[in-house]
């Protein structure tokens, strides 16, 4: 069983910033592609940045150069973090992981419960 969970969400002021992280436990054999996810009140879920398990990374446009997503592959944890926050990057954040449970085995999609931010204006 894999469990990923996130924490480091909280209230926070414009301009100001928070670290997210996920973790990711159970029985893992590789990890691949790790992703945040965000979903405002009324929205879609939404991608925010992913990151390969060589480094690679893509972010959304609304949060290039204030956002930086990075992963511990030893740790198996995922970071995401955010600066100079926007009262509309106010939403819930979700991880995504997708991963191998076995060598030679399938890869499966996990989300963790997500975690709240909100930016007060």
């Known amino acids: 069983q894999v469990q990923l969970v996130e924490s480091g969400g909280g209230l926070v002021q414009a301009g100001g910033s928070l670290r997210l992280s996920c973790a990711a436990s159970g029985t893992i054999f590789s990890i691949t592609t790790m992703s945040w996810y965000r979903q405002g009140p009324g929205e879609q879920r939404n991608l925010v940045a992913l990151i390969t398990s060589t480094g690679r990374t893509n972010y959304a446009d609304s949060v290039k150069g204030r956002f930086t997503i990075s992963r511990d592959n030893v740790k198996n944890t995922m970071y995401l973090q955010m600066n100079s926050l926007k009262p509309d990057d106010t939403a819930v954040y979700y991880c995504?992981?997708?991963?191998?449970?076995?060598?030679?085995?399938?890869?499966?999609?996990?989300w963790g419960q997500g975690t709240q931010v909100t930016v007060s204006s």
């Open positions: 995504k992981a997708h991963l191998q449970t076995q060598r030679d085995g399938p890869q499966y999609q996990y």
